[in-house]
């Protein structure tokens, strides 16, 4: 079983997130496994082509040349984006949420007719359908005439230092009667994310005599971060941090008084997973992935409804008076990379058997 996965140029960036992360971290899992993986080739003077014309040649030549090789038995596409044209290839495609239609406003013109069109590829021209979330399932089926049995969902995983340090820390044992005082956001600042809604509660939360407490916002910049980037500049107490290392980043999780999830919507949510494994309290939105998640791990979250300023504030002043801050999250195993990549091995031999 030969698998070429075609990660959509995310794997061409110098710093990885979100859907490069995930796939680099499953192809290195599944090639431990014993998958034969290949990925997409390019010559080096693609690399040198701005990004615009490089994701037209990608479109137009390099993601349709894989379609006609015949060392490969099927093309996983990792970033939903697959050609549109049938082939005796088989090809699965990860779909990761459907931004585009319930907040096109959040995206760029370009990159909203790009994704209708691929998600609607993908829909028509794949074997199988991979979504990270049952709350995405629910709303692929409702969006398009598509077969259960065409859509799997599995979660993402996360790296193997969340694990290890969850390890020991739980061989520690070691419980603070406060956490240090800040709190924590991960993701990309943009407008999906609900950033200025955040600013504006810790504007209102500090003022409720809380000055000694700061917010860390860690993610590279996005769409609408010049709206966000005012209130970061008018409160000092609020520090952005555009790219961190994985062990600054550990460590911010490791000491954040809660974490802090303001997001309109999301296709899984991946950055609440990982606060989880640190045992702090978790503050987020009211929305379909992230009551998902909360009910799969205890419900142990604070919940709050999307806009109600007043009710954020109350749960991050309920929080910052806990007297022990440790919270204990259950079935975390469930997103070890390597049973993400064993799922995706046994959906690859399912869709090769046909």
């Not at 939903?80 to 013109?109: G, Q």
């Not at 204990?328 to 064993?342: F, G, R, T, V, W």
Request: hydrophobic share 35%.
């Amino acid at each position: 079983m030969r698998i070429l996965i075609d990660d959509g140029l995310t794997l061409s960036k110098k710093k990885l997130t979100g859907i490069g992360w995930h796939t680099k971290v499953l192809i290195e899992n599944l090639k431990r496994s014993g998958c034969e993986i290949d990925i997409p080739s390019y010559g080096k003077f693609f690399f040198r082509l701005p990004s615009i014309f490089k994701r037209v040649a990608y479109i137009f030549y390099f993601s349709r040349k894989e379609l006609h090789r015949k060392d490969i038995d099927c093309i996983h596409y990792t970033n939903f984006y697959v050609p549109k044209k049938k082939t005796k290839i088989k090809k699965i495609t990860t779909i990761h949420d459907f931004t585009v239609f319930n907040f096109p406003e959040t995206l760029s013109k370009f990159y909203r007719y790009y994704a209708r069109v691929s998600i609607e590829n993908a829909i028509n021209y794949s074997d199988a359908i991979i979504v990270p979330s049952k709350s995405i399932e629910v709303e692929l089926k409702r969006r398009f005439n598509i077969a259960d049995n065409k859509i799997n969902v599995i979660f993402q995983e996360v790296r193997e230092s969340f694990f290890e340090k969850r390890q020991k820390l739980l061989k520690a044992n070691v419980q603070k009667n406060k956490k240090e005082n800040f709190f924590l956001y991960v993701g990309v600042l943009e407008r999906r994310k609900n950033i200025k809604f955040l600013c504006k509660a810790f504007d209102k939360f500090q003022k409720q005599d809380n000055k000694d407490t700061k917010l860390y916002l860690v993610g590279k910049k996005g769409l609408g971060y010049e709206e966000i980037k005012k209130y970061i500049d008018k409160n000092d107490n609020i520090i952005y941090k555009s790219y961190v290392s994985d062990e600054e980043l550990l460590s911010l999780y490791k000491n954040a008084m809660a974490f802090v999830f303001t997001s309109l919507y999301e296709g899984f949510g991946k950055p609440i997973v990982e606060s989880m494994f640190f045992n702090i309290p978790i503050i987020a939105s009211n929305i379909p992935t992230n009551v998902e998640l909360n009910r799969r791990h205890g419900s142990k979250m604070y919940m709050f409804e999307l806009d109600d300023i007043n009710e954020l504030c109350s749960k991050m002043e309920e929080v910052y008076n806990l007297d022990i801050g440790d919270v204990q999250y259950s079935n975390l195993e469930l997103y070890h990379p390597k049973e993400i990549a064993k799922r995706h091995k046994l959906l690859y031999k399912r869709v090769l058997k046909g």
